[in-house]
């Protein structure tokens, strides 16, 4: 049985750059969660995903928008990339809304130049 | 405006001993409360978890304490090994309002085990 999946594992682009990150979340699981880490932090919430519909976002410019599509996968866009954007994105998937015991991908480590 | 905060950046522990990692939050929304151990080039891996109704939840080498009237919660580890080696994250959600759905996370602990 195959975890949360992330693609790519690594990623460097210029500033002013559009990124897409993807993730395919465990067996089983309808919700997918996005989150970003910075460099000695703790993962911070971007936006949750069921239903193929945004259903909780947190403080993150409009820059980052993310899609689900029907067989639960979901890709996270980041346009107009800045120096701060560098940072590790998390994918965590889950079965329903509400249930936060989340599986985690290993993560895309984005770098911005 | 750092909801939970772990205020420990490292601890170092040797093997058999125990290990106690804090932490501490400030919504009183949050209802439930996970730790997640986080290796190097990995995700974060759930570890244990705690419901705002109980105040102790163990599981194996591994227990957490919730302190309510305190907000602050706390993971043991007996007896720690050197594969405990990790970063360690406090999160917390809550099962309605603004945080229903999300993790919040705190900074993180670095936990070395030493043979």
Not at chain 1, 46 to 69: A, K, L, T
Request: with cysteine; aromatic share 12%; charged share 15%.
């Amino acid at each position: 049985d195959a975890g949360v999946t992330q693609s790519p594992t690594h990623l460097i682009k210029t500033r002013g750059q559009q990124v897409t990150l993807r993730c395919s979340p465990k067996s089983g699981h309808d919700t997918v969660s996005w989150y970003q880490q910075a460099l000695g932090q703790g993962p911070q919430f971007i936006f949750q995903y069921y239903e193929e519909e945004e259903r909780q976002r947190g403080n993150f410019p409009d820059r980052f928008s993310g899609h689900q599509f029907p067989n639960y996968s979901s890709e996270l866009n980041v346009n107009a990339l800045l120096l701060g954007d560098s940072a590790l994105y998390l994918c965590a998937s889950s079965f329903g809304v509400g249930n936060t015991e989340a599986f985690f991908g290993q993560g895309t480590r984005l770098t911005v130049v | 405006d750092q909801q939970v905060k772990q205020n420990s950046p490292s601890l170092s522990v040797q093997e058999g001993r125990i290990s106690i990692l804090n932490c501490d939050y400030t919504n009183s929304m949050f209802d439930y409360f996970l730790w997640y151990k986080k290796y190097p080039a990995e995700g974060p891996t759930f570890l244990i978890s705690i419901s705002s109704i109980k105040d102790k939840n163990e599981d194996g080498r591994f227990t957490v304490f919730l302190n309510k009237s305190a907000k602050h919660l706390s993971l043991h580890i007996v007896p720690s090994q050197p594969g405990d080696s990790a970063v360690y994250f406090c999160a917390a959600s809550s099962a309605g309002g603004t945080s229903y759905g999300k993790l919040t996370f705190g900074q993180g602990t670095i936990l070395t085990v030493h043979p």
